[in-house]
């Protein structure tokens, strides 16, 4: 059975660093696109950062350039995000989403990924 489960998040001050972690059992990651999306109370749920399958392309969100890392690492067949510099505005749950293994590119629209985490919380306070 195919599954995604995040881990990483928590209460962080502004200016503080997180890496969420997205694990993956059943299916081999790296031959999926995989997505980070987050979600703050009453809005949308947005698409953060992406990253192709088999070192495919990736993609960061405007409000997280430059502040932010998604990266493989397929012995632990998990994806990372690294955020620094962290915002208030950054708040709220995040998910990982997997895509179908047709094509290695990724793109930050949620209706294309069928699988998805449980999502994590993530709170930027001081």
């Known amino acids: 059975q195919l599954q995604l489960v995040e881990s990483g998040g928590g209460l962080v001050q502004p200016g503080g660093s997180l890496r969420l972690s997205c694990a993956a059992s059943g299916f081999t990651l790296d031959d999926y696109p995989v997505a980070w999306f987050r979600q703050a109370p009453g809005k949308e749920r947005e698409g953060v950062s992406c990253i192709g399958a088999n070192d495919g392309n990736t993609y960061y969100a405007d409000s997280v350039k430059g502040r932010s890392t998604i990266s493989r690492d397929n012995a632990k067949n998990t994806v990372y995000l690294q955020m620094n510099s962290l915002k208030p505005e950054d708040t709220g749950v995040y998910y990982c989403?997997?895509?179908?293994?047709?094509?290695?590119?990724?793109?930050?629209?949620?209706?294309?990924?069928?699988?998805w985490g449980q999502g994590i919380q993530v709170t930027v306070s001081s």
């Open positions: 989403a997997a895509d179908y293994p047709l094509f290695d590119q990724c793109v930050p629209r949620k209706e294309v990924y069928p699988y």
